[in-house]
């Protein structure tokens, strides 16, 4: 038999699942679309229909212990969900790990304890163990998609904050920012503009062309010599590193990752991101690294399965 952690990455659009062993290899993997609006039972039964196909598939696991990344605002200690935006319907006051953990033994797996944690740390708990920040103990991880979200170690550790939402920059005021909406409901929040969803209510608001879908169709046209295209995708990215500067200026990180869907366009948006970002620093910051992540979208696995593994040893 072979002991490996569960880890489970439960997203808005989809959910993955892994089989994970000791040494932190990724064994199995599968995914499937989250039924998000469905509500709280439909997206643990996905949860456990995942884990069935990966058992389903190997005879020589024993599951140790599982590891949750998931979207919503997390209490870790309970593994209870506080908060969530309106696409995970319910989702508020879920007790994940209690449901879980449930299900697991009722398919067979047995009691194991279940970590559950914010998606955006298990991204940062994954780079900073496996990726691009390993080997550096301060590290801020940014992720950069539909949201902006970011996970914050210090001395190895995830820092969840007194009310478990340290890390949510995408609530930072933001220069620029005052004429868009946040998904909180406030204006002039840096998830406003420096989103990907941002970039394009702002390339509307500039006169832009509504046939232009998302970012990506943005950066089309920028290449393509749209200026308000190029304004819009600058605008976004610069307001990015702009925060990037207040946050390395606040916790002095060892080193910056920045990660998502944004960040993969490519130097399109690196590079105006990463001009606002040194043209803020203080000198004595100036060459802070700023590196892209490593991992892409299995960042979220590998820190989910990271914490089930340290759950494993401190019970041992």
């Not at 449901?99 to 298990?122: F, K, M, T």
């Not at 399965?305 to 759950?311: K, L, Q, T, V």
Request: aromatic share 4%; glycine share 14%; charged share 20%.
């Amino acid at each position: 038999m072979v002991d490996v952690v569960l880890a489970f990455d439960v997203g808005g659009t989809k959910t993955a699942a892994a089989l994970v062993d000791a040494e932190h290899t990724i064994l199995d993997s599968v995914v499937a679309p989250t039924p998000a609006a469905d509500g709280p039972e439909a997206v643990i039964a996905t949860m456990v229909d995942l884990a069935s196909t990966l058992l389903g598939r190997t005879r020589r696991a024993r599951i140790r212990a599982v590891g949750v990344g998931t979207a919503g605002v997390v209490d870790v200690p309970r593994g209870t969900i506080i908060s969530a935006t309106d696409t995970f319907a319910g989702w508020p006051g879920t007790p994940v790990a209690r449901r879980v953990a449930d299900e697991l033994v009722r398919i067979g797996v047995g009691a194991v304890p279940v970590h559950v944690q914010n998606d955006v740390d298990a991204c940062a708990l994954g780079e900073a163990k496996y990726g691009a920040a390993r080997g550096t103990s301060d590290v801020i991880v940014v992720a950069v998609g539909t949201g902006v979200g970011a996970g914050v170690i210090v001395d190895g550790r995830v820092i969840r904050g007194a009310r478990h939402v340290a890390g949510e920059i995408g609530h930072l005021p933001i220069a620029g920012a005052a004429h868009l909406c946040c998904p909180c409901g406030r204006p002039g929040h840096l998830e406003a503009l420096g989103s990907g969803t941002g970039m394009h209510r702002h390339y509307l608001s500039l006169g832009g062309d509504p046939a232009v879908e998302d970012a990506r169709g943005i950066v089309v046209r920028a290449a393509g010599g749209d200026a308000t295209a190029g304004r819009a995708l600058d605008e976004s990215a610069a307001s990015v590193g702009r925060a990037l500067a207040g946050i390395a200026t606040l916790l002095d990180p060892g080193c910056i990752v920045v990660t998502g869907g944004v960040a993969g366009i490519g130097d399109a948006w690196w590079r105006p991101m990463e001009r606002a970002f040194r043209d803020e620093l203080i000198d004595v910051l100036a060459e802070l690294p700023l590196r892209r992540g490593e991992l892409g979208g299995d960042a979220q696995l590998y820190g989910a399965a990271a914490a089930a593994w340290e759950r494993v040893e401190a019970e041992s």
